[in-house]
């Protein structure tokens, strides 16, 4: 007899795959499991109690081929769409917090090189990312803080190419990647919107990285860059001198909102099977019954894993529709809307979740470990940008029709 039939003469009701993965999907989020049981978590706890850069966790996940997923596969790339993407964000996310936020970051930059970059610099870049290179983005600046699209930095023309100077408040893999994209003014552009995005190289001098101790996603390495007279030939500009917020609308947003939501809808599911798990081993000795024999229990146990799956439904059908506007060619800078909101919701379930993963734990939930970090790690999705007073400050302008950016 099939295990599903054993399963439902005992009467245990089976939760469909459907209802936790897109249809299609299944092998690749198959496979991230794998990487994740196998290759992440066991080096997450170590990363976190270090702030060790998850640089071996982020190594085995571009060996089973996810360094570069939304990239065509003409170009070597995974060519998995906004959905594959969400699929592997959310999965990775459940093992590690730290090597998921990490991988994010680097998928939106190698993103915004692919879409933004020339031929020959899509040539040039590209092959490294699939062998492994990490890329960041270092948009955030202390100056303008949250609103980290209207930067103060600047990068005036100099010879064939641009000096920069700028201070960054946060880039996740400072010092640890490879190349950052850097967003900065042109103060010699002729357009209107002057924001122009450089990419410098890990390596390049005049860069400093300052270290990043931080309450969760310890391991991120998401701390202060200053780049001092940095020379930036002009051939990794990426895009135009000036008006390329487009880009941070039509293509890092999209990415990073999306990406972001995804993670903490992982981590909030890794944090409740963290705590199902407690709860069906702990048992007490004086009434022989285990945590997860109390209804109070449960109940909170089912109210957690309903708000994880209107987030994760949230994120499957944002990024399907995000997929279908791609192909039908339409821009994602008109439809940001319900990626603002996936994100604001994403990152409020997972503060509730985590809370309620830890409370059921009990004092064990307390105890440095995983249920804890878990909660440490989704505390950053609401303070990251765009962050969630912004985004609810743009949803509701839209709501009530007036023009959501001032
Ligand atoms: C773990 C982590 C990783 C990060 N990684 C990166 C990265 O890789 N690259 C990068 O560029 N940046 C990164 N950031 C920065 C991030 O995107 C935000 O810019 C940053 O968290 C904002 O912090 P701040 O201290 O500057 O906030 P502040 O701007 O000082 O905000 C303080 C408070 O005011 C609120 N607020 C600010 N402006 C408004 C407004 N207009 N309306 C209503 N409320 C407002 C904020 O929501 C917040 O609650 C990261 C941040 C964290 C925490």
């Given at each position: 007899m099939p295990a599903t039939d054993t399963v439902l003469e005992k009467g245990i009701m089976q939760i469909p795959k459907w209802w936790s993965c897109p249809s299609g999907y299944e092998e690749i989020q198959e496979k991230a499991h794998f990487v994740g049981k196998s290759e992440l978590l066991h080096r997450s706890s170590i990363s976190d109690q270090q702030s060790l850069y998850p640089r071996e966790s982020l190594k085995k996940i571009t060996e089973a081929?996810?360094?570069?997923?939304?990239?065509p596969a003409s170009h070597?790339?995974?060519?998995?769409g906004f959905t594959g993407f969400a699929v592997l964000a959310e999965t990775f996310a459940q093992y590690c917090a730290s090597s998921a936020m990490c991988w994010v970051m680097h998928t939106a930059a190698t993103q915004t090189l692919f879409e933004a970059g020339t031929p020959e610099q899509r040539n040039r870049f590209i092959p490294g990312v699939i062998n492994g290179e990490i890329g960041g983005l270092a948009f955030s600046e202390p100056a303008t803080g949250s609103h980290?699209?209207?930067?103060v930095s600047s990068a005036p023309r100099q010879r064939d190419g641009y000096l920069l100077n700028a201070d960054k408040s946060f880039v996740t893999?400072?010092?640890?990647?490879?190349?950052y994209i850097v967003c900065t003014n042109s103060p010699?552009?002729?357009?209107?919107?002057?924001l122009m995005f450089l990419l410098v190289k890990n390596?390049?001098?005049g860069i400093e990285c300052f270290p990043f101790n931080a309450?969760?996603?310890?391991?991120?390495?998401s701390g202060p860059m200053t780049f001092k007279d940095v020379f930036v030939p002009?051939?990794?500009?990426?895009?135009?001198?000036?008006?390329?917020n487009y880009f941070n609308e039509n293509t890092i947003d999209p990415l990073f909102l999306l990406g972001t939501a995804a993670v903490w809808t992982g981590v909030a599911q890794g944090a409740l099977n963290t705590a199902i798990d407690g709860a069906k081993k702990k048992v007490h000795a004086?009434?022989?019954?285990?945590?997860?024999?109390y209804q109070v229990i449960r109940h909170e146990l089912a109210k957690a894993q309903i708000l994880i799956d209107s987030s994760r439904s949230m994120v499957y059908r944002t990024a399907q529709g995000m997929d279908e506007l791609v192909r039908n060619g339409h821009s994602l800078a008109e439809h940001l809307f319900p990626i603002w909101q996936v994100k604001t919701h994403a990152a409020d379930m997972v503060i509730q979740v985590t809370n309620q993963a830890l409370q059921v734990s009990g004092g064990r939930g307390y105890l440095t470990g995983q249920v804890e970090k878990y909660l440490r790690d989704g505390r950053a999705g609401a303070v990251m940008g765009p962050t969630n007073e912004i985004l609810r400050e743009w949803i509701g302008r839209s709501l009530v029709e007036v023009p959501w950016f001032e």
């Open positions: 081929g996810f360094g570069a997923v939304t990239v070597g790339g995974l060519e998995t980290f699209w209207n930067v893999s400072a010092g640890e990647a490879d190349w010699d552009s002729t357009l209107e919107d002057k390596d390049q001098e309450m969760g996603l310890r391991g991120n390495s002009r051939e990794n500009r990426i895009g135009t001198e000036g008006g390329m004086d009434t022989g019954k285990s945590v997860a024999s």
